[in-house]
Antibody, heavy 120, light 110 residues
């Protein structure tokens, strides 16, 4: 069965960077795009970017341009999201999601979420 | 890319039907049949309920249905049950090859 397992919670200081991982299993890793989505406390979902797990190509939301980097390691079926220059309003649960289609988008499987807390 | 617009809350009694709207622009909702809907219970990851405007993943109850007219998509839940109480979020593919979400709607089953 498809599973996306994310790394554990992180506490970071303002200005630092965080790197969250998402390990996929139960399907052909390079056959699906992957996305990162975050959710601040009490807020809705905010899309951050996607990665073509086959080519490594990426596309990011304009609001995160220059601060976010999404990469993958096909040898271990894992994607990573690194967010730099952290601010207090980056405190959120970060989710990875598999894109169920090659045309358009829908998140058919989601990771369990990783809480990132930014606090001095 | 601005967030899609959803009502903050809706409510209904068991057995009734409710509809949640999701309004975007011609660059997202109106331009593509790539609207999806997610159910999210507190502290849990989102779960896909509808994709490509009106398709249901296997395992999702046929009480859930989706539609679209112009720049507005809608999720209808019929025969409301207590377990349907959750947040519902819409999402769309956009002309910039990106994704946009709505702010979410809290459904209360009275």
């Amino acid at each position: 069965q498809v599973q996306l397992v994310q790394s554990g919670a992180e506490v970071k200081k303002p200005g630092a960077s965080v790197k969250v991982s998402c390990k996929a299993s139960g399907y052909t890793f390079t056959g699906y795009y992957m996305h990162w989505v975050r959710q601040a406390p009490g807020q809705g979902l905010e899309w951050m970017g996607w990665i073509n797990t086959n080519s490594g190509g990426t596309n990011y939301a304009q609001s995160f341009q220059g601060r976010v980097t999404v990469t993958r390691d096909t040898s271990i079926s894992t994607i990573y999201m690194e967010l730099s220059r952290l601010r207090s309003d980056d405190t959120a649960v970060y989710y990875c999601a598999r894109d169920g289609t090659t045309s358009g988008w829908y998140g058919d499987y989601w990771g369990q979420g990783t809480l990132v807390t930014v606090s001095s | 890319q601005s967030a899609l617009t959803q009502p903050a809350s809706v409510s209904g009694s068991p057995g009734q039907s409710i509809t949640i709207s999701c309004t975007g622009t011609s660059s997202d909702v109106g331009g593509y049949n790539y609207v999806s809907w997610y159910q999210q219970h507190p502290g849990k990851a989102p779960q896909l309920m509808i994709y490509d405007v009106s398709k249901r993943p296997s395992g999702v109850s046929d009480r859930f249905s989706g539609s679209k007219s112009g720049n507005t998509a809608s999720l209808t839940i019929s025969g409301l049950q207590a377990e349907d109480e959750a947040d519902y979020l819409c999402s769309s593919y956009t002309s910039s090859y990106t994704v946009v979400f709505g702010g979410g709607t809290k459904l209360t089953v009275l």
